[in-house]
């Protein structure tokens, strides 16, 4: 198994050390045809906005595109949550382009400026039911984006409580007075949409594998139902195939 790490700017080194620590092989993508060589694709965390002026000037974005419509697992750490999601607000004038796939909105910078980057353990039952280990995970968060709602398909798989006096909306996040504030409610950071997994903190950062050993889990599971379903369509010799011939999986080159 190889796995792509988008390599345009952020902590792409920081992922492939963790997956060469799972024995498993990273490599740097920063060109369209080169995602024809890997597997799986992460898009690290980092700052979302200059990662998008470069996706955008090495026309990456159909091909990402292609290859999150083409089923590939897709994991999006922090501003990679941002390049995966279908909405977001509180972008900086202009907006950024998003690749998408993702039925969620997504606060850019809801957590704050990076002075107001933090470390928390967060609950992720999920998580530790499949990979083990304790039953909360150290979530670095810089600069991070929360998910403000999310579609019927979308799995949660992690929360954060938001403090009583910081409240929501899909534009803005609006602090009021603590003499009117609302009960203590949570904001989503971590999910999961058939091949795409997000999270808004940085397991890259930290030495706990687990996330990254879902990842590969979800990988081969994906793998594998892909694998069953060609062999369905397997046609003997001398047999002629009812129906129209199926999609080839491989995905175009991009110029």
């Known amino acids: 198994m190889t796995v792509g790490v988008l390599a345009l700017q952020g902590s792409f080194n920081e992922h492939i050390a963790a997956l060469r620590r799972l024995g498993v092989q990273g490599v740097e993508i920063r060109k369209a045809d080169q995602l024809l060589t890997v597997s799986s694709l992460i898009i690290p965390g980092g700052e979302s906005t200059t990662m998008a002026k470069l996706a955008e000037y090495h026309n990456l974005f159909p091909a990402l595109r292609e290859f999150v419509k083409m089923g590939k697992p897709v994991w999006g750490t922090c501003a990679g949550l941002i390049f995966l999601a279908d909405r977001a607000v509180g972008q900086k004038e202009g907006g950024q382009e998003l690749v998408g796939g993702l039925d969620c909105t997504v606060h850019r910078n809801f957590f704050g400026s990076q002075i107001q980057s933090f470390e928390a353990d967060i609950s992720v039952p999920q998580l530790t039911s499949q990979e083990g280990g304790p039953e909360t995970y150290r979530g670095v968060f810089i600069r991070a984006p929360a998910v403000l709602d999310v579609g019927p398909d979308v799995e949660v798989l992690a929360d954060y409580p938001v403090p009583s006096n910081k409240v929501l909306y899909s534009s803005s996040t609006v602090q009021i007075q603590e003499e009117d504030a609302l009960p203590e409610t949570k904001v989503i950071v971590a999910v999961k949409q058939g ?61």
């Not at 808004?200 to 030495?207: G, I, M, Q």
């Not at 793998?223 to 999609?247: D, F, K, L």
Request: charge should be negative; avoid cysteine.
């Open 195 to 255: 091949n795409l997994l997000a999270t808004a903190f940085h397991p890259e950062l930290t030495a706990d594998t687990r996330w990254h050993s879902y990842f590969i889990k979800m990988t081969k599971e994906i793998e594998q139902g892909a694998s069953s379903s060609s062999s369905n369509t397997i046609v003997s010799v001398g047999e002629t195939s009812a129906g129209p011939e199926p999609a080839k999986p491989d995905l175009p080159i991009f110029q």
